[in-house]
């Protein structure tokens, strides 16, 4: 059902905790199932230094959590902009449609950390 990716990073998940030098953060929930998803996010010279998250939420949450904050550390602002559902899914290795909302969470999460962020 999910991807070898997927179940290795839900069981042990890097990055998950909270970030205190985080200057941008967002939060998303999934109200159907109770998710909670909060990204922590260090910018500095419009480069993302180091990403966090923290999760309340199923095994596909934690694991794009996870994932997804190993991708984002070293990245530009404008790179981080670029991310989408599709290239996410595929790192992800798939989820199936029921589940695929992980992925909305990190990027709403994310648009609102990168807004903040760059505000400062």
Known sequence: MYSSIVREHAVHPHHRKA???????????????GDRFKLFLRVEDHRIIEASFEAQACGPVVAMGSVGTQLLCGLTVDEARQLNAFSLDERLG??????????????????QALSLATSI
Do not use: M, T, V, Y
């Open 19 to 33: 970030l205190p030098l985080a200057n941008g953060w967002g939060e998303a929930s999934f109200p159907p199932c």
């Open 94 to 111: 798939g989820l199936p449609p029921a589940k695929r909302h992980a992925i909305l969470l990190f990027l709403d999460s994310l648009h």
